[in-house]
């Protein structure tokens, strides 16, 4: 923790009344010229029944004042702070270089610190750094994945979470091997918010923030898009283009920022095939001329004929005002050298003034003159979706569905009649639909394959004669989905740290922060399919028991290992509740379960501790039949399972459905956001 430390002072107080065990007094500090150093060494004196632990400073500085047990562990944050900056330093700080600061004898949580002699140190010029990722399950994405490459080999990435019932959608930038670079949406939090364009915002203590929203996907503007579709980036590189439900474009720049609406004024002409309100099927695709000058788009449908138009439009770029017909008959589907079929697969361009286009219907890739739409040939292949070409060499890649896998093959040229590569890729999930993206960025060429309806994520590697796979992401319910269901807690006894990541919020990890060790914490009935809106929300107590609620009304108790403990002091449902809830008698039998409605929340069903004295606090609905949706009231139980709060009387009586906490300091105070 510290650069360098020096025993400054050591400094034995007989400090045995208020619990006060020995005082030692040590000064850390970072020795680099020109830092402040200690112009008074700390002492430590007892006085009242208190430590009082006097030092000062020759000039600005950060100062950490910590009291340690005899092991080294930390068992007291007494303060950290500036002294001389910008803002008065925190309490129990005072402005100026010279300080005084009490210690009660009291541990992080509230009681009496244990473990002595101890000692009490104080540390200057401390900086944050990086240390370590402490959770990190194996990437995953949820629902469908809509893919395009960079011109640098970055692969963005757009999923939304469809199996939740919170459904949200990312884009993320992922590294060429597979690893997780960086999120793209939701846009940063930088100090500004400068790419938030396109979003109410208002300011809050000098900070500027979104505004509210009428619903989650008010915020993106529709980005989810078609469920099987692709992105498409411009030839630099630095912008972002998709499908959006209502038969628009949309953009946003790849250095983060929030997506622009889709532009549809003139699209909604009775025109091109199209009725008043057209719509992009759920396999729309779309690719950028060699000059980011147009869009070439297909799968587009009339809203009320949904059957997918047999056409490839180009739209005018940046403006995405209007569209036309650059090939094919949106009225007649075809197999000859001016038409198409219906819902024709993925596009391509080659920079080389070729448009390549999946023809499925018809089992061709069609090849156009990328300036007028003329026919140039075509490569006959098995009903292709998926689509890429590698600029440098020419090579093309197919990619088509059968049965439950995906066939990839490659083309040494779009003339040649046999591939000189295959693969059969096993699909998982509940949808036959996959998408492409091919990284032709420098050797060897990489092909991305989304499958599935799970998230599913394919690197493919060319080795020339043959292909290698590797799964990035498999399965939403065993690795990391980016959704909301996450939580992190500390036991200030045992100093763990557990956090819900991962298995749709069903996955809980414990951790030792001193030994890096890590493990699961297997909990009853907190299988991933029990998860999401259905998943446990725990956290530690001073008596080394674990407590959990989850929705819709259970409360419960275990050991640290996750055994089921009887509670003492069960609450049992009135009947107005019984009434109100859909109660499972049969559970209502087991002694360590006991019954609170829950009132979900942003984080769903969050409860916490109250350390000083063990007591719990659950966020409850204020209505009976409400369900979670509702105004929430904060109560109170003892450990033993007993409400302390009447049921008309909560600690706090209105909370909204955005909150966060209970949380509490080491006085007992409570904090919800």
């Known amino acids: 923790m510290f650069s360098s430390i020096r025993p400054f002072a050591k400094v034995a107080q007989a400090a045995k ?5 020995a005082v030692v007094v040590l000064a850390a500090l970072s020795a680099t010229a020109g830092e402040a150093t200690f112009k008074t060494k700390p002492t430590a004196t007892k006085e009242s029944g208190k430590v009082v632990i006097r030092f000062s400073v020759s000039g600005p500085t950060d100062v950490a004042v910590f009291v340690e047990d005899a092991q080294g562990k930390i068992v007291r944050h007494l303060v950290a702070g500036v002294l001389q900056g910008e803002a008065p330093p925190p309490a129990p700080l005072k402005p100026g270089l010279d300080q005084a600061i009490e210690w009660d004898g009291k541990a992080d949580y509230g009681l009496p610190a244990e473990g002595g002699p101890f000692k009490v140190r104080v540390a200057l010029g401390l900086k944050v750094a990086y240390d370590r990722v402490l959770s990190s399950r194996p990437l995953s994405f949820s629902g469908t994945c809509a893919m395009a490459v960079g011109p640098d080999g970055t692969l963005y990435l757009r999923h939304q979470y469809s199996p939740s019932v919170w459904r949200h959608t990312q884009i993320l930038a992922i590294n060429r091997d597979g690893s997780y670079r960086r999120t793209l949406l939701p846009y940063a939090s930088t100090p500004d918010n400068a790419e938030a364009k396109g979003i109410d915002a208002m300011t809050i203590d000098g900070r ?13 503007h529709e980005i989810a898009g078609p469920n099987y579709s692709n992105l498409s980036l411009s030839p630099d590189g630095k912008t972002l283009y998709g499908l959006a439900g209502t038969a628009g474009l949309l953009r946003a720049s790849t250095a983060g920022g929030c997506a622009e609406a889709p532009l549809v004024s003139k699209l909604v002409a009775e025109k091109n095939g199209f009725g008043k309100e057209p719509v ?16 070439f788009v297909n799968g587009l449908a009339n809203r009320y004929a949904p059957a997918p138009l047999s056409a490839v439009y180009a739209v005018p770029l940046p403006a995405r005002t209007e569209h036309a017909v650059f090939f094919g008959d949106p009225k007649q589907a075809g197999n000859d050298q001016t038409h198409v079929g219906a819902a024709p697969g993925m596009l391509a361009v080659d920079g080389k003034g070729h448009l390549f286009v999946a023809d499925t219907a018809n089992g061709r890739v069609l090849v156009l003159a990328e300036a007028d739409g003329k026919f140039l040939g075509e490569l006959k292949t098995e009903a292709p979706r998926g689509l890429g070409v590698d600029p440098r060499h020419g090579a093309l890649y197919v990619s088509s569905e059968k049965g439950n896998k995906v066939v990839l093959r490659k083309y040494a040229t779009w003339k040649d009649a046999q591939p000189a590569a295959e693969i059969a890729l096993e699909r998982k999930g509940w949808t036959p639909n996959h998408s492409l993206a091919l990284d032709a960025s420098s050797g060897p060429v990489i092909v991305w394959i989304a499958a599935g309806g799970d998230g599913q994520l394919l690197r493919i590697e060319d080795k020339g004669a043959s292909f290698e796979r590797t799964e990035v992401s498999a399965d939403w319910r065993k690795g990391q989905p980016q959704e909301c269901y996450l939580s992190v807690v500390v036991d200030r006894k045992t100093k763990e740290v557990y956090t819900r990541n991962g298995g749709s919020g069903g996955i809980w990890e414990r951790f030792n922060d001193e030994t890096g060790a890590s493990e ?16 446990t929300q725990i956290t530690p107590a001073p008596n080394g028991r674990l407590y959990g609620i989850k929705w819709e009304h259970s409360f419960f108790q275990w050991d640290r290992n996750g055994k089921p403990v009887a509670w003492e002091e069960r ?20 002694p360590s379960v006991s019954y609170v409605p829950v ?18 606090f659950v966020l409850e609905p204020t209505k009976y039949g409400m369900g979670g949706r509702t105004f929430k009231a ?10 302390v709060t ?7 009586w209105k909370i909204s459905d955005g909150a966060v906490g209970p949380k509490f300091d080491a006085a007992g105070n409570i904090y919800v956001a």
């Open 208 to 220: 500027r923030v979104p505004a509210g929203r009428a619903y989650e996907r008010d915020l993106f």
């Open 520 to 535: 699961v914490v297997k909990l009853p009935g907190n299988a991933w399919s029990d998860g999401g809106g259905k998943g």
């Open 599 to 616: 009132g979900m929340t942003e984080l769903p069903h969050t409860l916490g501790v109250r350390w000083s004295d063990g007591h719990l």
């Open 646 to 652: 009447a049921p008309d009387v909560p600690i706090l």
């Open 280 to 295: 992009l099927f759920g396999t729309g695709f779309l690719a950028i001329s060699s000059d980011g000058t147009r869009a």
């Open 634 to 643: 904060l109560h109170e139980y003892l450990p033993s399972g007993k409400r």
């Open 571 to 590: 609450r049992e449902p009135t009947e107005q509740e019984l009434k109100s809830y859909d109660y499972d008698k049969a559970a209502s039998k087991d």
């Open 17 to 21: 009344a208020a619990g006060l065990a």
